[in-house]
Nanobody, 115 residues
């Protein structure tokens, strides 16, 4: 069982930056593929970015060049650096850990981009 706790969300003006963190419990964080997803009001949850257990990254086209996903296996933590934020990035952001028999989700953190 893996527990994920997101933090770092908040209110930011367009063009601003935020860094989200996802802290994972357990001893096998390094084995999991990590991902960030988001869900805006009235919309389905969508993929933002993923990073494999070997460090390969993948991004949705809407965030390429603006967002960076990373991981620190020594700290059992995944990150999402978000720059040049736009109002359409407003959503609840969820962390996901996938691997082996498990697929785990955090509780989400709200990101609001507004002037």
């Amino acid at each position: 069982q893996v527990q994920l706790v997101e933090s770092g969300g908040g209110l930011v003006q367009p063009g601003g930056s935020l860094r989200l963190s996802c802290a994972a419990s357990g001893n096998f964080f390094r084995l999991y593929h990590m991902g960030w997803y988001r869900q805006a009001p009235g919309k389905q949850r969508e993929l933002v970015a993923t990073i494999t257990n070997s460090g390969r990254t993948n991004y949705d086209d809407s965030v390429k060049g603006r967002f960076t996903i990373s991981r620190d296996n020594a700290r059992n933590t995944a990150y999402l650096q978000m720059n040049s934020l736009k109002p359409e990035d407003t959503a609840i952001y969820y962390c996901n850990a996938a691997g082996g028999p498990g697929n785990y989700w955090g509780q989400g953190t709200q990101v609001t981009v507004s002037s």
